[in-house]
Each structure stands twice: as C-alpha cells, then as structure tokens.
C-alpha cells in the first residue's frame, strides 16, 4: 500500500508532472487521420525526454508505452499503424510514466471533430464522476465513499459503471492495494488513510456494465458496443482536498 510521506512525496509530483505532459501532448496532436501508433509515439517521446520510463510498456506482456482506446472499446486499445481516428470518434488515452522509483498514471478522453450530444454527455459525466471520486477521498473516508460518490453521479445520468475494472493505490509499484472500485455503498470498506496515494478511474458506458475482452487478449470492449469513456487521476489523500499529482 503506497502511504507516501516527505520527500518522496515531490518524485510522484514529478512523475505526475511528466504524466500530464505526455497526455497534454498526445491530446493536442490528435486530429481526423493520425494513427493510434503516431499518438503513442508523442507521448513515448516526451516520456523519455524527460528520463522517465513508460509505466505500461512490458508490464503483464503490454506491448506499447500509451493505452488508446476509441468509442466501444473501454480501456487498454493497443496503439496500431492500422488505426486512424477519424472524426467523431471518441477516443481515451492512458499513460504512466515511472521515475526515480514512483508511477503516475492518468487518462483523459476527448472527442474528435463533431461531436454527437450523448457522446459530449458521456465524456463530461465521466469527468464530473472521477472528480467527486476524488473529492471524497479525504482521510477519515473510506473507499466506499469514492465508490459512492462515482455511482450515484453517473447513474443519475443513465449512463453504467464498468465493474470488472476498478482503481487502485500507486507507487513504488503501478498496481498496489487497495483496489478502488468505482462503486459501492458510503461508509463501507478500508477507511482512508492520510499519505495513501490512489488512482481514481471511472470507466463508463452508455449502455450496460458488461464488458469483454477481445482477441488481442488487451483490448477491453462493451459487451452491447456502446460508447465508453474513461478518466483518470493520481492523488494523494489528505485531511482536506486530495493533491492531485496528475493535474
Ligand atoms: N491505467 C491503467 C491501469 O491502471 C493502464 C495500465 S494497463 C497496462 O490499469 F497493462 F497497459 F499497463
Ligand atoms: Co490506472
């Protein structure tokens, strides 16, 4: 369990640091026509520049240094020189970046060009639902609580919360206890901790929760095809606001 103190607190603002350039930058590149492999390239770049290394490349077998994932696929899209996105396409980008012994990892999802009214709906709720997450994830809280808080809000919409998925503390390691999951009742579970550095990471889907994994053996799809989104933030947990190292 990552309980963060002193001055390693400043190496996951810096890994953070690096980590929001990479996903700025991939953000800002993409436009009708790139290939998933040239953003990739963008954020492996900027990652390496800054002598960190690409907290996904090689961890479980993963083969590239970013996640994307577009419109029905929900997380972990492995980048391709065949895959262009094109315009309305809803795209999610997962990065993390691992320096002098800490991890950040973060995503955002962004749509390209013209946008359908559901989509625009589904990409802001998934924001506003890791943000009330993250604003529950005070000491003295638990993670039902962030659970909580995420449900309830993305529910309201009509929108599911994928539950095969969930968050998870970071640190010294990309993965480490807790798990965070993105619902749950308030007041239940393990009761947050001052220190404790989590990654909050609502996935969410226009139609059911139900998801599936494809023959690439990564790429996690909705088991009806409908929309998913994704976003993500690491942070450390305080008595008051959470710090957020992604931002
Ligand atoms: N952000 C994701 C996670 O926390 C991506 C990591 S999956 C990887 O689980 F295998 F590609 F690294
Ligand atoms: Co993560």
Request: proline letters at 4%.
């Amino acid at each position: 369990m990552g309980i963060i103190t002193g001055g390693d607190i400043d190496l996951m603002k810096e890994s953070g640091r690096i980590v929001r350039r990479a996903l700025d930058e991939m953000i800002s590149f993409i436009v009708t026509g790139v290939t998933t492999k040239e953003i990739e390239a963008v954020g492996r770049e900027i990652i390496e520049a800054e002598g960190a290394t690409p907290s996904f490349l090689g961890y479980n077998g993963y083969p590239a240094a970013v996640c994307v994932s577009i419109n029905q696929e929900v997380v972990h899209g492995i980048p391709s020189v065949n895959r262009r996105v094109k315009d309305g396409d809803l795209v999610s980008i997962d990065v993390g970046a691992y320096k002098d012994g800490f991890h950040g990892d973060a995503a955002d999802t962004v749509i390209v060009g013209l946008a359908d009214p559901r989509a625009m709906l589904l990409v802001r709720t998934v924001y506003e639902a890791r943000d009330l997450g993250i604003k529950a994830a005070k000491s003295g809280n638990t993670l039902g609580d962030i659970g909580s808080a995420i449900q309830k809000h993305v529910e309201a919409q009509g929108f599911s919360i994928v539950r095969a998925l969930v968050g998870h503390g970071i640190g010294r390691k990309l993965h480490e206890p807790p798990q965070v999951p993105n619902f749950g009742r308030a007041g239940r579970g393990m009761k947050l901790a001052e220190g404790l550095t989590l990654a909050i990471e609502p996935m969410i889907n226009i139609g059911g929760y139900r998801v599936n994994t494809m023959q690439d053996n990564w790429t996690v799809v909705t088991a009806d095809g409908s929309l998913s989104a994704h976003a993500e933030h690491s942070i450390v947990v305080c008595g008051c606001e959470p710090l957020i190292l992604t931002a």
